[in-house]
């Protein structure tokens, strides 16, 4: 799967350019750059504008360097985070620190392409574990021996 993030719309419409008749021009745009590394592009692609993404509108963690969302973690009814639970996804990615504030100096990429990719999606140690938080999800959630549930609860089970 091929997927692009360009900062514009501009770059966006760069990407792809059409003849008269509504046709892909493959002879201009990204179509181009896959006969220099000797593949075509055929077919669809996903492309992303950070420019015309909604950021999350929350604050970030405090004196946080790599400027983490600041999440309402799931609580059990005692106030605890359930067990297994690690953390948001979008929290777990490491952002280089020169772009940390690519898109503005008020969304990062963490508030915009990243929140936009995962939003509120926890991570959990165990299978075992986030079925035992299921009524905590409401984003969906991982886990790191394969467990995946969507936020519209569908489940994906079985290995792969």
């Known amino acids: 799967m091929l997927g692009i993030v360009c900062k514009t719309y501009e770059g966006v419409k760069a990407l792809e350019t059409y003849d008269k008749e509504g046709h892909i021009n493959s002879d201009s745009g990204i179509r181009v750059f896959g006969t220099t590394i000797g593949r075509?592009?055929?077919g669809r692609f996903l492309v992303i504008c950070l420019e015309n993404l909604r950021p999350y509108c929350g604050e970030f963690v405090d004196d946080d360097p790599q400027r983490r969302l600041d999440l309402l973690q799931p609580k059990l009814p005692n106030g605890e985070?359930?067990?297994g639970f690690i953390g948001f996804a979008v929290n777990m990615i490491h952002v280089d620190y020169m772009n940390l504030l690519y898109v503005s100096d008020v969304y990062g990429l963490k508030k915009t392409l990243f929140y936009s990719l995962f939003s509120?999606?926890?991570v959990y140690k165990s299978r075992e574990e986030m079925l035992l938080a299921l009524p905590l999800i409401s984003d969906g959630a991982i886990s790191l021996d394969g467990g995946i549930i969507k936020p519209n609860g569908f489940f994906?089970?079985?290995n792969r």
Do not use: A, H, I, N
């Open 40 to 42: 075509t592009l055929d």
């Open 120 to 122: 509120r999606l926890q």
């Open 156 to 158: 994906s089970l079985g």
């Open 81 to 83: 985070c359930p067990p």
